[in-house]
């Protein structure tokens, strides 16, 4: 792999919305995890673009400057975006999977001795390979542009947007930040693979048992652990610090730590890139095929962490907006 030039200019590339909306179709208990019900997601509006040096594919056949998801089509010929009914699930980014639950009278803890589901791909949550082309040599890196954010303007207080229905008054906020249980995997031509934890400020608090609810829009890295707060069914819930990825495997509470887990996107804008390697999803270089190009993938995953206090049916019905960008670099 050659050197990455200092002076070499950020380009921004790919611009991914999505706008995703829940509508709950019951409501019975409060749950831990929502995927016991039937959750559907809307998605629309779903763009990419790239500029002339990048082209992009989802099917390695149609190469265009921009693409729309929704073109993205299952074995029988439907869209995905059609068929996705995005519900909270648990994952290291890899496997995903459905938790079973034991329905409590105002909670739900996790059933370890349960046969757990396979989560659906493009049904239960959302993954697509992005196909990148391009004449030149250039390494492609997810940018620190990349956000996401709820779709209300205003997400606390009696005049947040969206409004939960399980707080009132001033402790009012908004089922939008339902972005705080947001992830999103990606995994390069390496197979490395890293889960960003994009709103980390964002958590859910609630007394294991009650029916209260407050929202921390700060959270930071303080740690909610084991329901301390109460001394008693501390083993039904994690608090789990909002900057590490908590999910199940094995039917046992375990954090991320292959790879990566990022709490926020390195800079890519300013610092020299050949020194982040935790974004870079490929490098196009060796040897051009037949038209001249030199081709690399990237894979995303995008789902609701079911392990987090945010995916709580306080949040069902809530909205956010989210944004891949793609810094490229050319190779000297």
């Not at 390695?60 to 995005?86: E, R, V």
């Not at 459905?98 to 791909?121: G, H």
């Not at 709490?263 to 890139?273: A, G, I, Q, Y």
Request: aromatic share 10%; charged share 20%.
């Amino acid at each position: 792999m050659k050197k990455i030039s200092n002076k070499s200019k950020a380009k921004i590339t790919i611009i991914i919305n999505l706008f995703l909306v829940f509508a709950l179709m019951n409501v019975s208990v409060y749950a831990w995890f929502a995927s016991q019900t039937e959750n559907r997601v809307d998605a629309y509006d779903i763009q990419v673009g790239a500029n002339s040096d990048l082209e992009l594919s989802l099917d390695g056949k149609k190469w265009a400057g921009s693409l729309d998801l929704s073109d993205m089509k299952n074995a029988l010929g439907s869209s995905i975006i059609d068929n996705l009914k995005l519900i909270d699930v648990t994952s290291d980014g890899s496997t995903f999977r459905i938790p079973q639950l034991i329905q409590k009278e105002n909670y739900a803890e996790v059933n370890t001795s349960a046969s757990w589901t396979q989560a659906q791909v493009n049904q239960d949550y959302l993954e697509f390979t992005l196909k990148m082309r391009a004449k030149s040599k250039m390494s492609v890196y997810l940018s620190s542009k990349s956000g996401a954010s709820p779709a209300s303007a205003v997400v606390t207080g009696e005049n947040c947007g969206n409004p939960t229905t399980y707080a009132t008054g001033s402790n009012t906020f908004s089922r939008d930040c339902i972005v705080g249980a947001l992830r999103v995997s990606f995994e390069n031509a390496d197979s490395q693979r890293y889960i960003w934890i994009t709103n980390p400020e964002y958590h859910l608090n609630n007394l294991i048992g009650s029916p209260d609810y407050t929202m921390n829009t700060n959270a930071g890295a303080t740690a909610y652990q084991n329901g301390s707060e109460t001394g008693e069914l501390a083993h039904n819930f994690f608090w789990n610090n909002p900057k590490v990825h908590y999910y199940y495997a094995g039917n046992d509470l375990t954090t991320f730590e292959n790879n990566y887990t990022l709490s926020e996107l390195p800079d890519t804008s300013t610092n020299n890139p050949s020194e982040i390697t935790s974004t870079k999803l490929a490098v196009l270089d060796g040897e051009p095929d037949e038209n001249g190009y030199y081709q690399k993938t990237a894979t995303f995953r995008v789902w609701i962490e079911g392990c987090d206090t945010e995916a709580r049916r306080a949040m069902v019905s809530g909205k956010f907006n989210l944004a891949l960008i793609l810094d490229t670099f050319e190779l000297v």
